[in-house]
């Protein structure tokens, strides 16, 4: 079957760095995809990675290890504007995608 | 501006009523999709259109109906049939051409089943 696994919530602090896991397992693999959520708002795309390896943008990074089914978004100078799910998408072989239940992310002053 | 556009955000019905959601675009898309989101789940596909006049079910279809009969348009509409509908549903597009997940949503409708 198809498996997402990424820990419900995380606490951080303002200015600090956080790392969000995400496992997976699915019937075949094209790509994995990381969304940010704010509550009762429609998610918005973050990253995407196909390749193993870290991918940078701006405070955010996302990588990806495909022999190991696993994914990690790293956050950077946090904002309480951070406040927020992000969720792990992986994209299977009939490219759609399989998402998380995501991680909710609380930023403490 | 170009975007996704849902109605109603709030949205109240009865049990046994019929109640239909709307989704507007006017990104050009080719792909659109209904999504259905239940506290602590992830996003569930109900239903897909990749090109006018023709829609996939995905995995939740059952209680849910829809129509693609203009590249614009891609209403929902959730049955009698559909056991336990309230939830948040979200309508997304992804551009032409290649096989994309980076998804445009939508705001999103929520529906409570009174």
């Known amino acids: 079957g198809q498996n997402i696994d990424q820990p419900t919530e995380m606490t951080a602090t303002e200015g600090a760095i956080v790392q969000i896991n995400c496992t997976y397992q699915?019937?075949?693999?094209?790509?994995l995809f990381w969304y940010q959520q704010h509550a009762g708002e429609a998610p918005t795309f973050l990253s995407y990675n196909v390749l193993d390896g870290l991918e940078e943008k701006g405070r955010f990074s996302s990588f990806l290890s495909r022999s190991k089914g696993y994914s990690y978004l790293l956050l950077k100078e946090l904002q309480m504007k951070d406040s927020a799910s992000y969720l792990c998408a992986p994209m299977d072989s009939n490219y759609q995608l399989i998402w998380g239940a995501g991680t909710k992310l609380i930023i403490k002053p | 501006d170009g975007g996704i556009t849902q109605s109603p955000k709030y949205l109240f019905r009865k049990e046994g009523q019929n109640v239909t959601l709307s989704c507007e675009q006017n990104?050009?898309?080719?792909?659109m999709y209904w999504y259905r989101q239940d506290p602590g789940q992830g996003l569930r596909l109900i239903y897909y259109s990749q090109i006018v006049n023709d829609f996939q079910k995905g995995d939740i279809a059952e209680g849910y109906s829809v129509s693609r009969e203009k590249k614009e348009s891609f209403p929902l509409t959730v049955t009698s049939a559909q056991k336990n509908p309230t939830a948040f549903y979200l309508c997304?597009?992804?551009?032409?051409?290649?096989?994309?997940?980076?998804?445009?949503f939508g705001e999103g409708s929520r529906l409570t089943v009174l």
């Open positions: 997304a597009s992804t551009p032409p051409g290649q096989h994309t997940g980076e998804l445009f």
């Open positions: 990104l050009n898309h080719d792909a």
């Open positions: 699915t019937s075949g693999f094209n790509g």
